[in-house]
């Protein structure tokens, strides 16, 4: 399966279930803020955003995790990086890179 982030074409060799959930959109790196964090005045190492509904957040890194959050709180399970030079995706639900 392909699909095309940031203009640039991404392989998911082993999609999982979960993925026709999430529909593929248009992600843009670098991410710019993790918006939990500022609502908080907290920090964050790196950024991820959901692919279902382009939530972005704070990697398992970063002191309040969170995309983890968003993930037990929504049942959104994949999630891209958004650091640039970077292009993975991975699903919560089954622990593993896609």
Not at 30 to 57: F, M, N, S, Y
Request: charged share 20%; net charge negative.
């Amino acid at each position: 399966m392909k699909s095309t982030m940031s203009n640039i074409s991404v392989s998911i060799s082993e999609p999982c279930d979960h993925l026709e959930a999430a529909p593929i959109r248009t992600v843009h790196r670098p991410g710019k803020a993790c918006v939990d964090c500022l609502k908080i005045g907290g920090r964050w190492v790196q950024l991820r955003e959901c692919l279902t509904c382009g939530h972005v957040a704070c990697c398992d890194s970063s002191p309040n995790r969170h995309a983890t959050a968003h993930f037990h709180a929504s049942g959104h399970p994949i999630i891209t990086t958004l650091e640039a030079g970077e292009d993975w995706v991975w699903c919560y639900a089954d622990e593993r890179a896609l």
